[in-house]
């Protein structure tokens, strides 16, 4: 964990699978230089993935050549802020509570990356952005 001061990673990636891979390679290297434990490194992966990988299937979907602007500062709380220019989806306004509500065997497939981020995070804000979107996220830096 940082001792006095923020450390913080600025990526611009294509809206792709390579960008995903990039992007996961890259935090993972800045969390290991931030001396965050594998656990936060873990938890911060798995949001990264679902949020990157939801923008490029159903954000960007058939449009192709997008970017996504990704922020991660190492600081308590950890804040990871994703910017993309597709069009405008909260995801802190998507209410899983019914799929989440029936057993396991009954549950359909897909549709609860948002609630796993959402549980992920202390905090989540959404901002509408022209073109696209903003999230930001605040992760426990410890743990």
């Known amino acids: 964990m940082p001792a006095s001061k923020d450390i913080t990673?600025?990526?611009?990636?294509p809206a792709s699978f390579d960008g995903l891979s990039d992007g996961l390679a890259?935090?993972?290297?800045?969390?290991?230089?931030?001396?965050?434990?594998?656990a936060v490194r873990a938890r911060t992966l798995t949001v990264?993935?679902?949020?990157f990988t939801n923008t490029v299937k159903y954000?960007?979907?058939e449009r192709g050549n997008g970017r996504i602007h990704v922020v991660l500062t190492c600081g308590d709380p950890l804040r990871l802020v994703l910017e993309d220019s597709a069009?405008?989806?909260?995801?802190t306004a998507w209410d899983s509570s019914?799929?989440?509500?029936t057993g396991l065997a009954e549950r359909p497939i897909g549709r609860h990356g948002i609630a796993l981020v959402m549980g992920l995070s202390r905090s989540?804000?959404?901002?509408?952005?022209?073109?696209?979107?903003?999230?930001?996220?605040?992760?426990a830096a410890t743990g």
């Open 9 to 13: 990673l600025d990526l611009d990636l």
């Open 26 to 38: 890259a935090i993972e290297r800045h969390c290991g230089a931030a001396g965050l434990s594998a």
């Open 48 to 51: 990264f993935e679902e949020i």
């Open 59 to 61: 954000g960007y979907g």
């Open 87 to 91: 069009p405008p989806f909260d995801p």
């Open 98 to 101: 019914a799929d989440l509500a």
């Open 124 to 139: 989540a804000r959404w901002q509408k952005l022209s073109p696209g979107n903003r999230l930001t996220l605040e992760l």
